[in-house]
């Protein structure tokens, strides 16, 4: 049995299948290997620059360094032409889902100590007092409509 690799190689496909930017994506695991590749995400091929974020600055400058193999890597798989350099940059950070603790964390105030007002909204869970007073005035123009 032929890998897939080798039989797509040998299928005659349009030159306008297959987007350079395409190939470049498709080359980078093979070129840096899984665990790299794990801790990359490529995002595009400008002109002959592919783009790469990495997982953090740490990765960027050890990426930095093994530049000129991963080059010489992508361009055996490639063709020397396509990939020429490499923009290593880190990637952002994206927020984690929160909790219900952390959206709601435990009341210290006593509703004893604050004014009527703060008490009611704190009483109904609203810490913020112009979201408390924007939510009581929502509430009694239902409860007006509603009568």
Do not use: H
Not at 11 to 20: E, F, K
Not at 113 to 138: F, H, K, S, W
């Amino acid at each position: 049995m032929e890998r897939a690799g080798r039989l797509l190689g040998k299928i005659r496909l349009p030159a306008n299948a297959i987007t350079p930017e395409e190939r470049a994506c498709a080359a980078w695991p093979a070129a840096v290997g899984e665990k790299i590749a794990a801790k990359t995400r490529v995002r595009g091929l400008v002109r002959d620059t592919l783009v790469v974020e990495v997982e953090d600055i740490v990765w960027q400058r050890q990426l930095t360094t093994l530049r000129g193999q991963i080059l010489a890597n992508l361009k055996i798989a490639l063709g020397p032409k396509e990939v020429t350099s490499l923009d290593l940059r880190p990637m952002v950070q994206r927020r984690a889902p929160q909790s219900e603790t952390e959206v709601r964390p435990e009341n210290t105030e006593t509703p004893e100590r604050l004014g009527p007002q703060r008490a009611t909204t704190l009483i109904e869970g609203i810490r913020d007092p112009v979201l408390g007073i924007v939510y009581r005035n929502a509430r009694k123009k239902a409860a007006s409509a509603a009568s």
